[in-house]
């Protein structure tokens, strides 16, 4: 057949030729911006073409320092549309691992957020390889900066050719994207994303089964473009026509809530952490959320309490999925099987709130010491995933063996596969709490916690203890009308029919917050440093 | 990222591991059968395994000659999946036709139904290539034959290995599939499907916004599995964990109707001419189709009066799709985009009743003598395909050069496309009316006719005119209870108000029927051959 390669300028093309009224709805420290997405093709290649007059070539690093909005949306076709590699930057790193990785990435050209300028002042120093640094400001005059040599975006845009033609003889396997995923310990990794696999996981993200993505949806990506892609939403909706919303800078619940309202959004995605907050917002205040058709959820396992509440007393319809920055990151979508449907709610609740099935055009299987499990929906082991929208290495780092073996990409994730092949996530291979030579999950622990109505956030944690080897800690955060108010006891009472007794947490502590990574979820290692001696202490 | 090849052996190891209670049901000589993939799976492993043992190896072809049903099924995964190539051979061919078209694939086994064999023994003489002949039957004697060797397809599959591996390590631009699309005249020419071509039009087929194949979906393939792989449907629908329904030998319009409503189908394929049918069946049975969402139509344009009187009569929905044998098929579907529904039911139709949107993947363009035509809706041209399942030769034929050139497929159809990016297909090139140095669209004036509600099946042909060169002539099949009842020029004055006069046909010839291709398209070089001299005559 045709040997035609998959690119991702041909993403965009679409919309421009068959979509060109539909809009981009973009919010920016200036305000909401609509733009149709013939304006942000003609923009694109505009910019595009600015790029090989600022001396990128193919193969080249073009990094992004910057919220979700039109421009990086533009950023995301433009680089890889002229044979560059986009490279988008995670703004919550440290300064010194936004140094590591600009270098690891050898990044040609920066794109700055106007309100981002500081977090990358106090670290271009360092910087090796960056040649240009573009200003996304919606001004006219650049801002005061020590940066140079800096370039306005809107500038290179207007003196851009609108005619610009996106590579189409690429080799598809060539590099389109680059994304680093932080380590627990040691600099982040860089993780690769060619044409193909991102073409590839567009089609994942259409199919029916998955999120079935359409012309029809208004699609409001509320993950971070520098997050993986946003899960590939933005190259998605652009191929099928969607309406795109981008929520901005530094934007809260109740922005969001109030996107969701007066944009008719359809479909959202976001982590959990971020859910959780809207929930809250929505129970303060009064908005109609009757357009949306999936809130997609990711990143960390979604509790089965919040997918409760969003679906039965919101009326919100959940889609559980399951995927990390190594897997572009489609990997699973928790949906019903049509002879499920007919179950009672609190099974069908069972089912979706686990991960899923994996999606097609992925491999997969969990290994345990003694080799695969068995699909009973007990026997743990670690989660091994293959398939072509599946990274095969990180960017010139010697951590690419511990990850990569045999053709697999070994996740760190423990899970279990029932008959229906429903995946589940246990825990993180490193915060499986081992107790007494058995396992006790940290994920079933805190979904239990978080169903109680007192809960607003909860994170267990493993701790060391001299008979056990390890035992379960709670980490509690209440939401704000019950601070004060609810004993550990009532708490520990609650989830207690649920486990087996040693599976019980030994203490809880109360918090403020709990510390999360740069993306939202629970950074488990600084509780256990914080907390390494209290049950010792307390025994 | 990870070198994992799209294998079509992949597409049924999803079904088995994911939806192994998932059912087949699959009518054959001896009535219905029901199974499951799991045992579909299995018994496709143990074919495959048969045809290693047979000598079959990486590249061979294996020839089908059968209907739809669960043998049929699963060859299409035994021969790719293990390397082989998946050649089905049209049934209603001419005898020269089919042994040329053996000979030409150099098929080393064929596969048989036990009722089809006498269409086999009388060429069976001319194969050049055969080295085993296996029966498709029901019972636990193979039939007698002329031909020589035969196998037990039953008796290989008892025989074979359960275990069976699936080729993996295959290069994904091999060849899986091979169907001939007849020529006007002349041979049939080959069309080869890849493994990646075939794996990627299943994502296509499942895609929210095309015919948006789910698990959830009861799907009969009525368009023959040797006709263009079933549309791809028995692909897709594994992969997806569909069940299919398979209609089997010599089924009728009651037949498809009774499977309908007692399998509960939802999705369903063929084309015009078995819908203008099973709507005939409808008008005089008592039949449920309340479960279809689905009625997809391709392969000859589907008239907008059938479109209308399934949606509106029957409350059936229609999609209209647009492909052909050397696109693997599909090109286009027909569906709103979400701001067009507002639009009043008529307006609807006119352009669900067009060809459609092409589906996210390919490329196209419209190009007439002076170039590329305006995307206004009424400039003529042919439309032109590229792709990663389009086919880019007819295999081991001349004819190649005619229609692949410069990395595209001249469809040989005529089409315009309006700004919305909608493709209606005007004519074919070699049907297309010029008279007068105008070009008159013989599919425009059929729509016309065919909302006659006296009109069961109309076709326009053009024939010589010494003074506009050409004219158009209209073959008309009258509905049972019509018959002889109704005057040319009622139906003339029908169709007036919609054509300018020069466009009415010269006269209307009353059939009983109009002969068609063995696809069940109008065989208009027949029509044209006959009436050459009709209008000269009558003038």
């Known amino acids: 057949m045709m040997n035609v390669p998959l690119t991702v300028g041909s993403l965009l093309e679409r919309a421009e030729k068959f979509f060109p009224?539909?809009?981009?709805?973009?919010?920016?420290?200036?305000?909401?911006?609509?733009?149709?997405?013939?304006?942000?093709?003609?923009?694109?290649?505009?910019?595009?073409?600015?790029?090989?007059?600022?001396?990128?070539?193919?193969?080249?690093?073009?990094?992004?320092?910057?919220?979700?909005?039109?421009?990086?949306?533009?950023?995301?076709?433009?680089?890889?549309?002229?044979?560059?590699?986009?490279?988008?930057?995670n703004i919550?790193?440290?300064?010194?691992?936004?140094?590591?990785?600009?270098?690891?990435?050898?990044?040609?050209?920066?794109?700055?957020?106007?309100?981002?300028?500081?977090?990358?002042?106090?670290v271009n120093e360092k910087f090796k390889s960056v040649k240009a640094y573009i200003i996304m400001t919606d001004k006219d005059e650049l801002p005061e900066t020590t940066l140079s040599p800096v370039y306005s975006y809107e500038e290179l845009v207007r003196e851009g050719d609108p005619k610009f033609e996106f590579v189409k003889d690429i080799d598809e396997n060539a590099p389109a994207g680059l994304c680093y995923t932080s380590a627990t310990t040691g600099n982040p990794k860089g993780v690769v994303y060619s044409h193909r696999g991102?073409?590839?996981?567009?089609?994942?993200?259409?199919?029916?089964d998955t999120t079935a993505l359409s012309e029809s949806d208004i699609c409001m990506a509320v993950?971070?473009?520098?997050?993986?892609?946003?899960?590939?939403?933005?190259?998605?909706?652009?191929?099928?026509g969607s309406t795109q919303v981008l929520p901005g800078p530094q934007f809260t619940p109740k922005l969001l809530a109030e996107l969701i309202d007066q944009e008719k959004v359809t479909l959202t995605a976001g982590v959990p952490t971020i859910w959780l907050g809207v929930l809250n917002e929505l129970e303060t205040g009064n908005y109609d959320t009757s357009s949306l058709r999936a809130v997609v959820c990711g990143g960390s396992a979604a509790p089965r309490g919040m997918i409760k509440t969003f679906e039965t007393k919101y009326g919100i319809p959940f889609?559980?999925?399951?995927?990390?920055?190594?897997?572009?990151?489609?990997?699973?979508?928790?949906?019903?099987?049509?002879?499920?449907?007919?179950?009672?709610?609190?099974?069908?609740?069972?089912?979706?709130?686990?991960?899923?099935?994996?999606?097609?055009?992925?491999?997969?299987?969990?290994?345990?010491?003694?080799?695969?499990?068995?699909?009973?929906?007990?026997?743990m082991g670690e989660l091994l995933i293959r398939g072509p929208w599946i990274a095969d290495e990180y960017y010139r780092d010697e951590r690419t063996k511990d990850a990569f073996r045999d053709g697999w990409l070994y996740t760190g994730d423990v899970a279990t596969v029932d008959e229906e092949g429903v995946i589940?996530?246990?825990?993180?291979?490193?915060?499986?709490?081992?107790?007494?030579?058995?396992?006790?999950?940290?994920?079933?622990?805190?979904?239990?916690?978080?169903?109680?109505?007192?809960?607003?956030?909860?994170?267990?944690?493993?701790?060391?203890?001299?008979?056990?080897?390890?035992?379960?800690?709670?980490?509690?955060?209440?939401?704000?009308?019950?601070?004060?108010?609810?004993?550990?006891?009532?708490?520990?009472?609650?989830?207690?029919?649920?486990?087996?007794?040693?599976?019980?947490?030994?203490?809880?502590?109360?918090?403020?917050?709990?510390?999360?990574t740069s993306v939202g979820k629970f950074l488990k290692r600084a509780l256990r440093d914080q907390l390494k001696d209290h049950l010792v202490k307390n025994i």
Not at 93 to 114: G, M, Q, R, T, W
Request: hydrophobic letters at 45%.
């Open 21 to 89: 009224k539909k809009m981009v709805v973009s919010r920016t420290l200036s305000g909401v911006h609509r733009f149709t997405y013939k304006e942000i093709g003609e923009r694109t290649r505009r910019l595009a073409s600015a790029l090989e007059k600022l001396g990128v070539e193919q193969g080249d690093k073009v990094g992004t320092f910057a919220w979700n909005h039109h421009r990086h949306l533009e950023a995301y076709f433009a680089a890889p549309g002229m044979g560059a590699v986009l490279h988008t930057i």
């Open 92 to 122: 919550r790193l440290s300064p010194e691992h936004i140094s590591y990785i600009i270098n690891n990435a050898e990044d040609k050209v920066l794109f700055i957020d106007e309100d981002l300028l500081p977090l990358v002042e106090r």
């Open 198 to 208: 991102i073409v590839l996981h567009c089609y994942a993200m259409g199919l029916a």
């Open 223 to 240: 993950v971070p473009m520098f997050h993986v892609n946003a899960w590939g939403l933005p190259f998605a909706a652009a191929w099928f």
């Open 319 to 379: 889609l559980h999925a399951y995927g990390m920055t190594e897997t572009a990151p489609l990997v699973t979508v928790s949906r019903l099987k049509s002879y499920q449907e007919n179950l009672d709610i609190e099974e069908k609740l069972d089912i979706r709130s686990k991960q899923g099935l994996l999606v097609p055009g992925l491999e997969m299987k969990i290994v345990s010491a003694t080799g695969e499990v068995e699909w009973n929906g007990q026997d």
């Open 424 to 516: 589940k996530l246990v825990d993180r291979t490193k915060d499986l709490i081992k107790s007494g030579g058995e396992w006790i999950s940290s994920v079933d622990l805190e979904n239990a916690l978080m169903a109680h109505e007192a809960v607003f956030e909860a994170s267990v944690i493993s701790v060391p203890h001299p008979q056990w080897q390890e035992r379960p800690l709670a980490c509690v955060v209440l939401k704000a009308p019950y601070k004060d108010k609810v004993e550990k006891q009532e708490i520990l009472d609650f989830i207690a029919p649920q486990f087996a007794k040693w599976w019980l947490p030994d203490d809880i502590i109360f918090m403020d917050e709990i510390p999360k």
